[in-house]
C-alpha cells in the first residue's frame, strides 16, 4: 500500500556534479531540465522515396539548473566555471538527479559550463540559471 502514496516533494531530490551537493539554495520552481539533442531514431530518404531507420548512439544533452541567488553552491559553481574557462586542468564532472518518488534516475556524464549564468538585479534575491551540456543524458532505472 505504502508504493500507492508515494508524493513527490523537490526537497526530497538529490542533486549532485563532481561530488558537489547541489541541493542547498534550489530554486523554487523549475530547478532542473534535461533535454536531449538528438532523436533516438534517424531516418535517411532517398530521391525515389526509399526510407532507412538508424539508431542514432548520439547521447548529447543540455541541463539546465536554477539556483537561489544566495546559494553557497553558485560560487562553488562559478570557481569551476572560471577554472574551465581559463584553460586550467580539464574537469568534466558528471551529473546526477536522485528523486526517491521516481524509478528513474537521471544522470549526464562528462558534463562542460556552456556558458556564465545570466547577471540580473531586482528588488529580489532571484535565481541563477547554470547550462550544462553533457556527452551521455540518460534516465537509468534506481531498482
Same mark, same amino acid.
Given at each position: 500500500?505504502?508504493?500507492?502514496?508515494?508524493?513527490?516533494? &523537490?526537497?526530497?531530490?538529490?542533486?549532485?556534479?563532481?561530488?558537489?551537493?547541489?541541493?542547498?539554495?534550489?530554486?523554487?520552481?523549475?530547478?532542473? %531540465?534535461?533535454?536531449?539533442?538528438?532523436?533516438?531514431?534517424?531516418?535517411?530518404?532517398?530521391?525515389?522515396?526509399?526510407?532507412?531507420?538508424?539508431?542514432?548512439?548520439?547521447?548529447?544533452?543540455?541541463?539546465?539548473? %536554477? &539556483?537561489?541567488?544566495?546559494? %553557497?553552491?553558485?560560487?562553488?559553481? &562559478?570557481?569551476?566555471?572560471?577554472?574551465?574557462?581559463?584553460?586550467?586542468? +580539464?574537469?568534466? +564532472?558528471?551529473?546526477?538527479?536522485?528523486? +526517491?518518488?521516481?524509478?528513474?534516475?537521471?544522470?549526464?556524464?562528462?558534463?562542460?559550463?556552456?556558458?556564465? +549564468?545570466?547577471?540580473?538585479?531586482?528588488?529580489?534575491?532571484?535565481?541563477? %540559471?547554470?547550462?550544462?551540456?553533457?556527452?551521455?543524458?540518460?534516465?537509468?532505472?534506481?531498482?
Amino acid at each position: 500500500m505504502a508504493e500507492l502514496l508515494k508524493e513527490y516533494a &523537490l526537497v526530497n531530490c538529490d542533486f549532485t556534479m563532481g561530488g558537489i551537493s547541489m541541493n542547498s539554495g534550489v530554486g523554487a520552481d523549475a530547478v532542473f %531540465t534535461a533535454t536531449r539533442e538528438f532523436d533516438m531514431i534517424t531516418t535517411e530518404s532517398n530521391a525515389n522515396g526509399d526510407n532507412a531507420n538508424s539508431r542514432n548512439v548520439n547521447k548529447l544533452g543540455t541541463i539546465e539548473f %536554477t &539556483l537561489m541567488k544566495n546559494s %553557497t553552491v553558485n560560487q562553488q559553481l &562559478l570557481t569551476l566555471y572560471l577554472a574551465q574557462e581559463a584553460g586550467g586542468i +580539464p574537469f568534466y +564532472p558528471s551529473f546526477s538527479v536522485r528523486d +526517491p518518488s521516481d524509478p528513474m534516475m537521471c544522470t549526464a556524464v562528462q558534463c562542460w559550463f556552456v556558458k556564465q +549564468p545570466d547577471i540580473s538585479k531586482g528588488n529580489s534575491a532571484g535565481e541563477q %540559471t547554470w547550462m550544462l551540456k553533457s556527452h551521455a543524458l540518460q534516465l537509468l532505472p534506481t531498482v
